[in-house]
């Protein structure tokens, strides 16, 4: 009921290419999805986020997908970069508290964009 | 504006020591979370505090761990008689006081070493 699966685990892409990570959640309290990115050494940071209103979330190259219906939400990458290199958590919250949750996260995606 | 702090950055202790790890939350953030993560998996939350109050304990190990959030000084996890599962790294994070806000930011987390 917790868990957020994601796919995939890793992950090579071509400088310019698009980078596509999905995530399932079957939570249907969650009301808020984020994407956090992190370098090795490092704490994650927040990239984008979704809460589910919308089905599109765009920020730059980065676009959130929402389906609630499937309960499936996927981070893509546009124009991937080298500097994109790094390990992606999808995760979820909500429902419990009025508003504040633990975040439950998926395994994380190693992306290594190559020239 | 500072960001999310902990420390120290790296701690290393004997099995059976005792490991106290710091953070202090984003400045105007009341919400302090604590997440472990082992190599190469995702975080997993442990314990939800507020100042003065342990809001959600249930990801945390019932023996040897233990949390606080004072009234004034910074957060701390107490790991007591590590044992060299305890060898991770854990994060905090923290997140507005305004109810709904779901976004949670990190620290740079602690690389606790048992040996």
């Known amino acids: 009921q917790q868990q957020v699966k994601q796919s995939p685990q890793s992950l090579i892409v071509q400088k310019g290419g698009i980078s596509i990570i999905n995530c399932a959640y079957e939570?249907?309290?969650?009301?808020?999805f984020p994407w956090y990115q992190q370098f090795p050494g490092k704490g994650p940071a927040l990239l984008i986020a979704?809460?589910?209103?919308?089905s599109e979330k765009k920020e730059g190259r980065f676009t959130i997908s929402f389906n609630k219906s499937a309960k499936q939400f996927s981070l893509h990458i546009m124009d991937s970069q080298p500097g994109d290199s790094a390990t992606y958590f999808c995760?979820?919250?909500?429902?419990?508290?009025?508003?504040?949750?633990?975040?439950?996260f998926g395994k994380g995606t190693r992306l290594s964009v190559i020239a | 504006n500072a960001g999310v702090m902990q420390n120290p950055r790296h701690l290393v202790r004997r099995r059976g020591q005792e490991a106290r790890l710091r953070c202090s939350p984003m400045?105007?953030?009341?919400?302090v979370y604590w997440y472990r993560q082992l190599p190469e998996e995702g975080l997993k939350f442990m314990v939800y505090?507020?100042?003065?109050?342990?809001?959600?304990e249930s990801g945390m190990p019932k023996e040897r761990f233990s949390a606080e959030f004072p009234k004034e000084g910074p957060s701390i996890l107490r790991i007591q008689q590590v044992v060299r599962g305890d060898s991770a790294a854990y994060f905090c994070?923290?997140?507005?006081?305004?109810?709904?806000?779901?976004?949670?930011?990190f620290g740079p987390g602690t690389r606790l070493t048992v040996t």
């Open positions: 939570n249907t309290a969650f009301d808020y």
């Open positions: 994070a923290s997140s507005p006081t305004l109810q709904g806000r779901g976004e949670q930011y």
């Open positions: 400045k105007g953030h009341s919400h």
């Open positions: 995760a979820a919250n909500g429902g419990t508290y009025s508003g504040n949750t633990p975040l439950v």
């Open positions: 505090l507020q100042k003065e109050n342990i809001i959600d």
């Open positions: 979704i809460r589910p209103d919308v």
